[in-house]
């Protein structure tokens, strides 16, 4: 564990899907450093050996699984890693995700909204689908879902994006309520605009216009976040300190669901 460790994970085995780069790295390297064994998945292999070698360096154990959460069958075969590797399973980051299209209406395809809602929506489904049995089994764990402010509010992502983190925290709600009386908590992180893989596009196109200084200047805090940031509010609901908090969906936003996109406007 590192130096600033407090071991708040120690001895507990997480599985965090979307690991490769942006916030899953980052929960990756923080849970590392609270002492956790992880099972890391994602799409993309070289960066996964990275985040890999991250929590190494971090002085935890782990492994890694090239996983498509979309398929069934590649989640579950995830969680037989985790239960054949450490055997047993106490925390489930999803945080797999990806954007879609950023269209009008009369341009919508259902092949998009289907591979949006594979990824972001059944992609949980199916992690704790075939995680919980054993969760409820040790009468323990804890799931958290990264959804987005987009699934509170419009204006943050495109249709199909926003509305499958609105499903995904509503599918928080109702898993919560499932799994409650097992003492199996699960909450979800919204996290608002993040410098990550996935919003890359967004920050090279204000940079290339010299209008870095805008991103984020839509919230209370006028800024943008870091992964990081988001990460400590995961390790937050996935720790004892959350013990009595399930179906919550916690904004990690700089206060851009708490007014109308007009900061100061109070003032």
């Known amino acids: 564990m590192s130096q600033n ?8 085995t997480a599985i965090i899907t979307g690991a ?17 064994n992880l099972v890391l998945a994602d799409m993309q292999a070289p960066a996964l050996a990275e985040t890999l070698a991250m929590v190494k360096d971090n002085g935890a154990q782990g492994v890694t699984r090239i996983t498509n959460v979309a398929d069934e069958q590649e989640v579950k075969a995830l969680i ?31 092949e998009d909204w289907l591979r949006v809602y594979s990824v972001n929506v059944l992609g949980a489904v199916y992690t704790i689908k075939h995680a919980a049995p054993h969760m409820k089994e040790r ?8 959804a987005s402010v987009a699934g509170i509010r419009s204006g943050a992502g495109g249709n199909a994006y926003s509305a499958s983190k609105a499903a995904l925290i509503n ?5 919560a309520c499932d799994l409650g009386g097992y ?22 196109y204000a940079r290339s216009k010299g209008k870095e200084e805008k991103l984020g200047s839509r919230c ?9 940031e988001v ?23 700089g206060g851009n669901t708490a007014s109308l996109n007009l900061p100061g406007m109070k003032v």
């Open 20 to 36: 490769a780069s942006g916030i899953g790295r980052a929960a990756a390297i923080l849970f590392a450093r609270e002492g956790a």
């Open 80 to 110: 037989a890693l985790a239960l054949e590797s450490y055997g047993q399973i106490d925390i489930v980051c999803n945080n797999a995700g990806i954007t879609g299209q950023y269209v009008g209406p009369e341009e919508w395809e259902g």
């Open 220 to 228: 209370e805090l006028r800024r943008y976040g870091r992964p990081e």
């Open 139 to 146: 009468r323990s764990g804890a799931i958290v879902n990264t």
């Open 5 to 12: 460790s407090t071991g708040r994970l120690k001895a507990k």
């Open 231 to 253: 990460a400590a509010a995961i390790l937050f609901l996935a720790g004892d300190e959350a013990s009595y908090i399930t179906g919550q969906a916690l904004p990690v936003d």
């Open 171 to 175: 599918f928080t709600m109702t898993a």
């Open 183 to 204: 003492n199996v908590r699960v909450n979800a992180v919204c996290p608002g605009l993040i410098e990550t893989g996935m919003t890359k596009p967004v920050f090279d």
